[in-house]
Nanobody
Framework: QVQLVESGGGLVQPGGSLRLSCAAS????????MGWYRQAPGKERELVAG?????????ADSVKGRFTISRGNDKNTDTVYLAMNSLKPEDTAVYYC???????????????WGQGTQVTVSS
C-alpha cells in the first residue's frame, strides 16, 4: 500500500554532485520521519541523513557540510531529497530511502524502505 520510489543515483567523479529523490505514495496519513541510509559492500547499513515532520534534521558526521536533506514543498511533502556535494569515493554505496509513517489516523506508524539506488564515486 505504501511505496517509496528513489531516483537520482549514478556514477560521478570525486568532487562531483548528485541529487537523490524519494517519493512516498499510497495510503499515507502522516509522515513522522524521512531519511536516507546507505550500505557499502561488506559494511552495515548506516543513517546518512534524516528529517522529522517538524523539520529537524540530523546527519552522519562523515557527510556534515557536504550533504543536505530536505522535504518537498507544500504540494510534495511526501518527497525527500538528498543533495550530495563534494562526493568522495567512500560515499560509494547503495542509498536507501526510509520513512516512518502512518497509513491512517487509526493505525500505528510503520517503517518503510525503498528499493535502493546505487551511488558510485570514482574517477
Amino acid at each position: 500500500q505504501v511505496q517509496l520510489v528513489e531516483s537520482g543515483g549514478g556514477l560521478v567523479q570525486p568532487g562531483g554532485s548528485l541529487r537523490l529523490s524519494c517519493a512516498a505514495s499510497g495510503s499515507i496519513f502522516s509522515i513522522n520521519f524521512m531519511g536516507w541510509y546507505r550500505q557499502a559492500p561488506g559494511k552495515e547499513r548506516e543513517l546518512v541523513a534524516g528529517v522529522t515532520s517538524g523539520g529537524r534534521t540530523n546527519y552522519a558526521d562523515s557527510v556534515k557540510g557536504r550533504f543536505t536533506i530536505s522535504r518537498g514543498n507544500d504540494k510534495n511533502t511526501d518527497t525527500v531529497y538528498l543533495a550530495m556535494n563534494s562526493l568522495k569515493p567512500e560515499d560509494t554505496a547503495v542509498y536507501y530511502c526510509n520513512a516512518d509513517l502512518a497509513s491512517s489516523r487509526y493505525s500505528d506508524s510503520k517503517n518503510y524502505w525503498g528499493q535502493g539506488t546505487q551511488v558510485t564515486v570514482s574517477s
